[in-house]
């Protein structure tokens, strides 16, 4: 004989499958049940008489969130309608609820494995949005929810993305609110990325291996999210303040009109006012929509990576328009910006001696071998211009890749000592600041003392 439940109101449900569902939760057990329409619902019974009260506040908290969302979105995106019932002669509270089948989870699995990555992140942000509406409406009631799994948000049958299991809230503190938003933006970055979320700095945005996913069909950086939307995340993810869920809300209702739409992002809305950091992200987003560059956006993004954290953002921006001027062949246009760039600390200095530099390489190159040089000069640039010694530190005696990416440096520099004339001073200092900054790492590595002090002063030599 099927187990019924009854509410109140004489609505009543049949299990029909007393084989439990769902994951294992301490307080409750989940099974499959009918209502007398034949619609399919799902019964989630307590385990014990002593979590029945925690039962009937989540009840209430779910039609509490339900009519607040309804009033303010005309929509609800919790589980809707909701019954308190329990089955004849038992003890056992119990709460009934529409029974969804697909997981924002498995549809972006899905479109990941079928290289839809684009129809991905849509989804992603479409389940973000609605996610955030349910929070401001549960933060009327003076509460914050930090308890949540990437399993918890589900798909309608008319497309809405739904969010269960609201039984364990917090008081509407500003430590909890800084606290709902990490945890909330971490569920997304794993479910994007399938990899646990790091609290780093911004630059991890612009690192594609850190978000490519295992199942992602898509190529290189493109088989992960757009670096817009890892930056939203990885700034949500860093020294923030309560209001920044405000903020949140906005950049994620402007990314997903992006997305919709098949616009650009408008920077002010977005908050960048890095240079750098905005046109990795617009020609990123320009290439998954399908009128980019791959050339152009791997650059950019390369560029986002190249400058040290205490570089000023009007430095950065008059870097970036030299290097807009480079590509497009302007070197006395490029100049300009360099003399606009107003340097103040050693390391703005030496990187403005070093684009110099570059400036200098590409007007002692032939003509006809300018266009093959200028992509070479700004990798070198890109990749001196970061403070490796800091990177080789945070990485510890693994600083490998760092290395690598400086002996690239002096293999396109050995590229351009083959292809230019009357050049050989300002390629050597460029090469003596690549070699001693690899020595550096190699001796780090090494644990060697003695080199990594003879390193740094042929560093300080070089610069």
Same mark, same amino acid.
């Given at each position: 004989?099927?187990?019924?439940?009854?509410?109140?109101?004489?609505?009543?449900?049949t299990?029909?499958?007393?084989?439990?569902?769902?994951?294992?939760?301490?307080?409750?057990?989940?099974?499959?049940?009918?209502?007398?329409?034949?619609?399919?619902?799902?019964?989630?019974v307590?385990k014990?008489?002593?979590?029945?009260?925690r039962?009937?506040a989540?009840?209430?908290?779910?039609?509490?969130?339900?009519?607040?969302?309804?009033?303010?979105?005309?929509?609800?995106?919790?589980?809707?309608? *909701?019954?308190?019932? /329990?089955?004849? $002669?038992? +003890?056992? %509270?119990?709460? #009934?609820?529409?029974?969804?089948?697909? @997981?924002?989870?498995?549809?972006?699995?899905?479109?990941?494995?079928?290289?839809?990555?684009?129809?991905?992140?849509?989804?992603?942000v479409?389940?973000?949005?609605?996610?955030?509406?349910?929070?401001?409406?549960?933060?009327?009631?003076?509460?914050?929810?930090?308890?949540?799994?990437?399993?918890?948000?589900?798909?309608?049958?008319?497309?809405?993305?739904?969010?269960?299991?609201?039984?364990?809230?917090?008081?509407?503190?500003?430590?909890?609110?800084?606290?709902?938003?990490? *945890?909330?933006?971490? /569920?997304?970055? $794993?479910? +994007?990325? %399938?990899?646990? #979320?790091?609290?780093?700095?911004?630059? @991890?945005?612009?690192?594609?291996?850190?978000?490519?996913?295992t199942?992602?069909?898509?190529?290189?950086?493109?088989?992960?999210?757009?670096?817009?939307?890892?930056?939203?995340?990885?700034?949500?993810?860093?020294?923030?303040?309560?209001?920044?869920?405000?903020?949140?809300?906005?950049?994620?209702?402007?990314?997903?009109?992006?997305?919709d739409?098949?616009?650009?992002?408008?920077?002010?809305?977005?908050?960048?006012?890095?240079?750098?950091?905005?046109?990795?992200?617009?020609?990123?987003?320009?290439? /998954?929509?399908?009128?980019?560059?791959?050339?152009a956006?791997?650059?950019?993004?390369?560029?986002?990576?190249a400058?040290?954290?205490?570089?000023?953002?009007?430095?950065?921006?008059q870097?970036?328009?030299?290097?807009?001027?480079?590509?497009?062949?302007?070197?006395?246009?490029a100049?300009?910006?360099?003399?606009?760039?107003?340097?103040?600390?050693?390391?703005?200095?030496?990187?403005?001696g070093?684009?110099?530099?570059?400036?200098?390489?590409?007007?002692?190159?032939?003509?006809?071998?300018?266009?093959?040089?200028r992509?070479?000069?700004?990798?070198?640039?890109n990749?001196?211009t970061?403070?490796?010694?800091?990177?080789?530190?945070?990485?510890?005696?693994?600083?490998?890749?760092?290395?690598?990416?400086?002996?690239?440096?002096?293999?396109?520099?050995?590229?351009?000592?083959?292809?230019?004339?009357?050049?050989?001073?300002p390629?050597?200092?460029?090469?003596?600041?690549?070699?001693?900054?690899?020595?550096?790492?190699?001796?780090?590595?090494?644990?060697?003392t003695?080199?990594?002090?003879?390193?740094?002063?042929?560093?300080?030599?070089?610069?």
């Amino acid at each position: 004989m099927p187990t019924i439940y009854k509410s109140n109101e004489g609505v009543q449900f049949t299990v029909t499958d007393e084989r439990p569902i769902g994951g294992f939760s301490p307080f409750g057990t989940v099974y499959a049940a009918a209502a007398d329409d034949g619609s399919a619902w799902v019964v989630k019974v307590s385990k014990n008489p002593d979590f029945n009260a925690r039962f009937e506040a989540e009840y209430h908290t779910l039609t509490e969130v339900a009519k607040a969302t309804q009033t303010k979105y005309k929509q609800t995106y919790s589980p809707d309608p *909701v019954h308190l019932v /329990r089955a004849d $002669e038992s +003890a056992l %509270q119990a709460i #009934a609820m529409p029974r969804y089948d697909k @997981t924002l989870a498995s549809i972006m699995g899905e479109q990941y494995k079928s290289d839809a990555v684009l129809e991905a992140e849509t989804w992603l942000v479409y389940g973000a949005t609605c996610y955030l509406k349910v929070l401001d409406a549960i933060h009327a009631t003076a509460a914050t929810c930090s308890d949540r799994k990437q399993d918890d948000f589900f798909i309608t049958s008319d497309n809405r993305v739904v969010t269960i299991d609201w039984n364990v809230l917090q008081a509407y503190t500003d430590e909890a609110r800084v606290t709902e938003i990490k *945890v909330t933006v971490r /569920r997304w970055v $794993e479910l +994007a990325s %399938q990899r646990n #979320a790091r609290e780093n700095d911004l630059s @991890t945005a612009f690192t594609d291996s850190d978000w490519v996913r295992t199942d992602a069909g898509g190529k290189g950086g493109l088989g992960s999210i757009s670096v817009g939307l890892r930056w939203i995340f990885a700034q949500a993810l860093g020294k923030i303040t309560p209001d920044h869920f405000e903020t949140l809300r906005k950049q994620l209702d402007h990314w997903r009109s992006c997305l919709d739409d098949k616009t650009l992002p408008d920077r002010q809305l977005l908050g960048i006012s890095n240079e750098a950091v905005f046109n990795a992200v617009e020609l990123d987003l320009e290439l /998954r929509l399908g009128r980019g560059n791959q050339t152009a956006r791997t650059e950019a993004v390369a560029a986002a990576l190249a400058y040290p954290a205490n570089f000023s953002t009007t430095v950065i921006n008059q870097f970036e328009a030299a290097r807009r001027h480079i590509l497009g062949g302007d070197s006395n246009a490029a100049r300009q910006a360099l003399d606009s760039a107003q340097p103040s600390t050693p390391d703005e200095r030496a990187a403005v001696g070093r684009w110099s530099v570059g400036l200098d390489v590409l007007a002692g190159s032939q003509q006809s071998e300018r266009t093959t040089n200028r992509p070479k000069i700004l990798t070198i640039l890109n990749r001196l211009t970061r403070r490796w010694q800091e990177d080789a530190q945070i990485e510890g005696a693994d600083s490998g890749g760092a290395q690598t990416k400086l002996e690239d440096v002096l293999r396109l520099l050995d590229e351009l000592d083959k292809r230019t004339t009357g050049v050989e001073s300002p390629l050597s200092s460029l090469r003596a600041e690549a070699a001693a900054r690899a020595g550096y790492l190699a001796a780090l590595k090494e644990k060697d003392t003695q080199k990594r002090h003879e390193s740094l002063t042929a560093l300080q030599a070089s610069l």
